[in-house]
């Protein structure tokens, strides 16, 4: 099936510096990718719609000078959390759908990114 | 309003017997679609199923089928001749207005446990 790979798998930094989290859509064009985060014990909640060429698309709550999206190719988008502090702890993850495959508008998800922030 | 209510946040089910957990979605648009993914302890998540909003028939997957009740806005996700592996967190979920650029929707979850 379509692969959606993300990168690193795990992270641990420090507290104010910033870190970069890679989506890449393997074997399909994504011009569109959603960014997920998920506390411990708590469902997905959407942060933002990457939009290949443009802006991102942020969510109510979500800071956008927080958390840099850039998708820059059609087959890459990258979450930047600058200046990242213990609350912004969680799991991060990227889907991305195709069109052409999957079931009717199944997201295909990337392998997640757990930030640990010191 | 919530979108998408799972009200089991945790489930117990014996090896080999069926289990049933319950979604029910909130939505006014006609052509949505309906989705249930597995989420082990890894955190990858794993697609199961998917309902569209007009399809006629239940959908069914290998040992999961979809519970679709449309009037009654419910998609309940069964799980038959359970095994210990299926013990993770199992979300529901919608896509609106389908399209490529609408996001999935989930609900809180249900942590199943499979008891041997």
């Known amino acids: 099936g379509a692969v959606v790979s993300q990168h690193p798998s795990w992270v641990i930094c420090k507290s104010g510096t910033s870190v970069k989290i890679e989506c890449r859509s393997l074997?399909?064009?994504?011009?569109?990718m959603f960014w997920y985060r998920q506390f411990p014990k708590q469902s997905l909640m959407l942060m933002a719609t990457?939009?290949?060429?443009?802006?991102?698309?942020?969510e109510q709550g979500v800071e956008k000078d927080k958390f840099l999206i850039n998708h820059a190719s059609l087959t890459l988008s990258t979450l930047t959390v600058t200046s990242a502090h213990p609350e912004d702890s969680s799991f991060y993850i990227c889907?991305?759908?195709?069109?052409?495959?999957?079931?009717?508008?199944?997201?295909?998800f990337g392998e997640g990114s757990r930030l640990t922030v010191l | 309003a919530q979108k998408i209510t799972q009200t089991q946040p945790g489930m117990f089910v014996q090896e080999k017997e069926a289990v049933t957990l319950d979604c029910t979605y909130d939505?006014?648009?006609?052509?949505?679609?309906l989705f249930w993914y597995k989420q082990p302890s890894s955190g990858e998540m794993i697609f199961l199923i998917y309902?569209?909003?007009?399809?006629?028939q239940n959908a069914t997957e290998g040992r999961y089928s979809l519970n679709f009740q449309k009037a009654r806005k419910s998609a309940n996700l069964v799980i038959s001749a359970s095994q210990l592996g299926d013990s993770a967190m199992y979300f529901c979920?919608?896509?609106?207005?389908?399209?490529?650029?609408?996001?999935?929707?989930f609900g809180k979850g249900t942590r199943l446990s499979v008891i041997a």
């Open positions: 979920a919608m896509r609106e207005a389908f399209s490529g650029n609408t996001p999935l929707v």
């Open positions: 990457s939009n290949e060429g443009s802006k991102a698309t942020y």
């Open positions: 889907s991305a759908p195709n069109q052409d495959r999957g079931e009717a508008g199944e997201l295909f």
């Open positions: 074997d399909f064009q994504a011009t569109t």
């Open positions: 309902q569209g909003s007009y399809d006629q």
């Open positions: 939505t006014s648009d006609p052509s949505y679609g």
